[in-house]
């Protein structure tokens, strides 16, 4: 009988005729979860293999800025040295509020707990922080800085049910880029506590019993189909799906707005599938985390977005991507940031920026634009007539933020479909429980499967409460997680 | 070794030691999908046995109002003679809207060129619809007539990207209640034409080989495990999951807003659990149809709603889960409906809906309701003057519905959480292709796997898009699809 396989159909453990390799704990996976996950396999004991598609470690995290989302128990040492406390509670209570309706309790309660601590742990592992703050608003720190405001802490309705604090813990690197350190570090962490990494290694398939117990996985390795036994467990940290265009269209449509992926190359889905081929639910498959960086230069956080029936939307002050998800969903895709002489720059991100409108008066710039008659025009001077006494009561931007539109020339950056490009990954995938085991249908776990960061649904998990450092926080402590959990059988 | 199985595990085909019975195809619910696959299946002579929960057929079809969506083709007889005109490719962008971003093209097609001859085929099975034309604005006819605009044909932005017409075609029945007439004829031609039904059964699991094909399903029968064997297929018309608490809370968890489920009681999500036990993809899960039915009567369309920023945000004059969807989710979930003494009515399915202000003047409506200064009286000034000239440059509300709010004493219905009941069921299921065959995470078919109904995700797919007669005409067609598709390894 011919055995027939492939990320969505598993290999069959009563067709396997011999191992080729044997381990303790298998890691698909080499990213930030999958180190951290081998890490703690490896303290627990455990014989770990990890298999990774590309030639070195790292994921998409190793791209990223190297933020983490951190705080609670009073504070990091780095909040509480720069005058923030952080209770528990407010943290869980952001993160709550982060997760939306379909936040995940137990989830969050583990990680508030705990996050302070796996600070400590990150730091013990040798991950470098400089200890500094960079107060501002900013999308990634152009400096070595650690601690800044990475969410939407300060802004409306956030600041209402979580008392503030910046919690983004930045990785020591000069510029964008800190991920890069954070993943040379782990990486390295986990081959020398003795995890066996292959590299150039596509995991095609997991191994399942009539039990439907997880055995194993197949890999392609130098060309060949390669059976691999998992005594204890099958940690699947294999990333998102932004890179796999059909999955996008299928589970994610909305996200297929946005041109430029953000990935290391690899978040093909292959560990999602991998999951649903052994009955995993999945959750949240359409949110992903958009962002369209319309700042800095953070002068134009003063501005206001308007649509095309010229009202206003959001608060601009609050995180960028939950801008960015509001900006998408306007009707027929069309909005634009309105500034003044006084806040305008050109957005260094995107700095030819269409401005589709400018006019000495703001009745040019609607007309300009073609919006009814007296839309944008009643709409600026609402802004401006309560901006004066530092009010929002519309929208709530918070008074920091809040200059009326006074000064001449006027202008419309255009925020249309067409005129930016959005970037994006994937917040969707498999049902986990705090431990990191893979949940079926019924919420049962698969005996000897788990996973973690994008491969699993987890901290973050709706695009309109990212926030910057959240996805490497989750990855990394929860790969932790799992690594311990499918440890859990060796003997 | 002991078997288990469960919704979510399926069991193992190689453990099973005997057969209970033995039939070509085995259909899971004996709703609108079940019904018209048994009759599709017995067609193409196949063996055929239904297990349904209940002790009698119907499902969750036989609680609806008995619409269903068909047109295209030039039109069905009913919509030509009343002088409707209906082009499939009209028919077909429609449906594309109704699917939002994440509508299935392949599927749209198949259903707008073939939806005129399936509601011949319904005739044909002795489902009666009298011919007659009910013009105006409805939620059900409360008559026994059969066409009537059921959806947002007439609306922004519908009407801009496909010709209205109306595509309610309604079971005779005075009153609401046509579904039960609907499913009384299904359910009979089903048994007589040679399908056999088990009542009082429950399924509990499929069963599938190492191969992953699916060869049976293991039923509850009184009291008594029974393993059932599928030569050919096994078809899950099992409904949504609305009735499953964990299930909305994990899969759908903004539906557990609305405290109405839509349902004859038995969609408890079983179907999908044992879909995605052998490796199905979900699509979709989130979405889910909702109204808040604040008409008729119909007067009342030409009431505004706004938020609690005193503004506009809907084309009242779209359907009203449209509107519902949209209310639900404006800032702190407040909204109120303003209406003036001329168009005033209790909705007659909330006659104690709360006002919340009444007023002289807007001033004062806007002071009760405690909205910034201004904010109604501008929106309802705006709305007023454009209403005068027989526009709404805003949300585009269509002429026929707008009319200055100008006769004192004016009021608000309040439409904020906790003053409604909001009815819901779920839109979320099964991957399928047109032909209802169950796809893997790879978009692959599981042989011998079908699904259709509210077990699978079909043509409505989006709250925002739903129209009445949509699930009832999916229901139907893409069960008699599966039904043919089931059969084919009748030998």
Known sequence: MKISYSPARPCAFEQVSHWDIETDVIVVGFGAAGACAAIEARASGAQVSVFEVAAAGGGSASWSGGEVYVGGSGGTDVQREHGFTDTTEDLQAYLMMAGGSAADAARVKVYAEQASQHFDWLRAQGVPFKGTYLPGKWIEPPTDDTLLWSGSEQAWPFNEQAKPAPRGHTVQFTGWGGGKVLMEVLCQRAIDAGAEVYYNTRALSLIADADRQVRGIVVRRDGKDTFVRARSGVILCAGGFICNTDMVKRFAPDAAECELPVTGGNDD???????????????????????????????????????????????????????????????????????????????????????????????????????????????????????????????????????????????????????????????????????????????????????????????????????????????????????????????
Chains 1, 2 share one sequence.
Not at 342 to 353: A, L, M, S
Not at 361 to 380: I, M
């Open 269 to 491: 889905g292959s560990g999602i599938r991998m999951g649903m081929s052994v009955g995993a639910a999945t959750l949240n498959m359409h949110e992903f985390f958009a962002t369209l960086p319309f700042f800095p230069p953070a002068s134009l956080v003063k501005g206001i977005f308007v649509n095309e029936q010229g009202r206003r939307f959001i608060n601009e002050d609050c995180y960028h991507g939950r801008v960015a998800h509001h900006v998408m969903r306007q009707p027929n895709q069309r909005a634009w940031l309105l500034v003044d002489n006084e806040i305008f720059g050109r957005p260094i991100i995107q700095e030819d920026i269409k401005v589709t409108a400018v006019g000495e008066t703001w009745e040019e710039v609607e007309s300009e634009l073609g919006l009814p008659s007296g839309s944008l025009v009643h709409s600026v001077n609402e802004f401006n007539r309560y901006a004066e006494t530092g009010e929002d009561p519309y929208l709530h931007k918070s008074q920091d933020w809040l200059r009326p539109l006074t000064e001449p020339p006027f202008a419309a950056l255009s925020y249309c479909k067409g005129d930016y490009q959005g970037h994006a990954f994937t917040l969707g995938g498999l049902s986990t429980n705090p431990d990191g085991a893979v949940l079926d249908a019924d919420g049962q776990p698969i005996v000897g499967l788990y996973a973690a960061g994008r491969t699993a649904c987890g901290l973050p998990r709706w695009g309109e409460g990212y926030s910057s450092g959240l996805s490497l926080g989750d990855s990394t402590f929860f790969g932790r997680q799992a690594g311990k959990a499918a440890s859990s059988r060796v003997s």
